[in-house]
C-alpha cells in the first residue's frame, strides 16, 4: 500500500513537471485508473486527449488505443508504457486481409469497429464504437455494408440494422470466454439481479441479457436500474469505478475468466518508467515507447474516425 502511495507520488509529481495527462482505459488495474486524470472508453479518452493542453499523453490502454490518440493528436507525443500491449481482436485482420475483402465487395461500404490498427481504419469509409455501432452502420448511404473485425458486435448490430450486412470473422478473446451456462449460474444463485453485458459477447450471451451496453453505457445502466444487484459480463477492470460510483449496489462478474491480459500489463512501475525515460532514446529492454501513425495513413484514418463523430446521437 505505502509502494503504491509512493509510486502515486512520484508519477504525479513527473506528470506535473513533463506538461503530461495520464488516461486510463476502464479496464486497467485499479491502481492505475486511481493514478490518472481521466478514465474512460477507448474513444473518449482519445477525444479527452485531443482537447487537453498537455503536451504528452501517458495512454494506459492497449496499442489502437494510443494510435487513435495520436491519429487525433498528432502534436502531442503519445506514450504507451508497455508497447507489447496490443488487443488480439484488431490484430486478426490486417490492410492486406482487408483490401483482398473490399476487392470481394466494390462499393460496399467498410465500417471499423475502433478496435482496429491504424492502417485499417485508413482502408475503411466510417468507424464505429460499441457505443453507436447500431447508429454509424444505419448511417452509411449505402443497402449493404461490410464490419470488421468483431462477428459478435456485428451480429448484434446485425439484430436491428436495416442494413444487409456481411462481416470478418474475428472476435476478442476475452468475452468469447464468457459462456452462457456460466451467466444462467449467476442468476439462478442471484434471482433478483440484471445482467449487463457487452456487445464483443456471444450471442448466445447476449440473448440473457436484461442490458447490452459499451463500457462507458455500463456506468450509466447501473446508476439507473432500480436492481441492487448487477451481473457485469465484461472485463473486470470495469468493476472499480462501478463499485467506487455506486457503493450501495453489489456487482457479480459472471465469469472468473473476464480479465485480459493485455489491459493487465501496464503497472504503476511501468507508467513511472515511461515518464523517467520519455526523454532518453529508446533503450533495449525498455517495455514503454511513443506511438506515432505516420500521416500517410492518420490522414485517411482519422477521415474515418470524424465520419463517425458526425454522425447524429440517438
Ligand atoms: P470500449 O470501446 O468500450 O472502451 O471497449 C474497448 C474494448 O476493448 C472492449 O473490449
Ligand atoms: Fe481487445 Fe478484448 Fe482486450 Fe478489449 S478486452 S482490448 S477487445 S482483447
Redesign the pocket.
Given at each position: 500500500m505505502k509502494q503504491t502511495q509512493d509510486l502515486q507520488k512520484q508519477i504525479r509529481a513527473l506528470l506535473k513537471q513533463k506538461n503530461a495527462l495520464m488516461l486510463a482505459?476502464n479496464?486497467q488495474r485499479d491502481e492505475v485508473q486511481e493514478t490518472a486524470d481521466i478514465c474512460g472508453d477507448?474513444l473518449a479518452l482519445s477525444q479527452a486527449a485531443a482537447k487537453s493542453d498537455a503536451e504528452v499523453i501517458v495512454f494506459c490502454?492497449?496499442h489502437?488505443?494510443a494510435e487513435s490518440a495520436s491519429i487525433l493528436c498528432p502534436d502531442k507525443t503519445v506514450i504507451l508504457p508497455r508497447l507489447d500491449a496490443?488487443?488480439?481482436?484488431?490484430d486478426m485482420i490486417t490492410a492486406e486481409d482487408l483490401r483482398k475483402e473490399k476487392e470481394r465487395r466494390p462499393g460496399v461500404p467498410v465500417v471499423a469497429y475502433v478496435?482496429t490498427t491504424a492502417e485499417v481504419k485508413a482502408l475503411s469509409d466510417i468507424c464505429c464504437t460499441s457505443a453507436n455501432a447500431v447508429t454509424v452502420v444505419n448511417s452509411v448511404q449505402s443497402e449493404k455494408v461490410y464490419m470488421i473485425p468483431?462477428r459478435n458486435l456485428s451480429m448484434y448490430v446485425a439484430r436491428t440494422a436495416k442494413k444487409k450486412m456481411e462481416w470478418w470473422d474475428g472476435f476478442?478473446?476475452?468475452?468469447e470466454k464468457l459462456k452462457a451456462a456460466e451467466v444462467l449460474k449467476a442468476k439462478e444463485k442471484y434471482p433478483d439481479a440484471v445482467f449487463v453485458c457487452?456487445p464483443?459477447c456471444r450471442p448466445e450471451v447476449i440473448d440473457l441479457a436484461d442490458a447490452v451496453r459499451s463500457t462507458s453505457g455500463m456506468y450509466v445502466f447501473t446508476k439507473e436500474t432500480k436492481a441492487k444487484t448487477i451481473i457485469v459480463g465484461?472485463?473486470m477492470g470495469i468493476l472499480y469505478r462501478l463499485k467506487k460510483e455506486n457503493p450501495e449496489k453489489t456487482f457479480i462478474l459472471a465469469s472468473k475468466s473476464l480479465i485480459?491480459?493485455?489491459?493487465k500489463l501496464i503497472t504503476l512501475e511501468d507508467v513511472l518508467e515511461a515518464l523517467q525515460g520519455m526523454d532518453r532514446p529508446v533503450l533495449k529492454g525498455f517495455n514503454s515507447g511513443i506511438v506515432k501513425v505516420p500521416e500517410d495513413i492518420r490522414i485517411p484514418a482519422k477521415k474515418a474516425l470524424d465520419r463517425m463523430l458526425e454522425v447524429p446521437r440517438d
Open positions: 482505459h479496464y477507448s490502454g492497449v489502437f488505443m496490443g488487443c488480439p481482436m484488431a478496435n468483431d476478442c478473446p476475452t468475452h457487452h464483443e465484461t472485463e485480459c491480459p493485455n489491459m
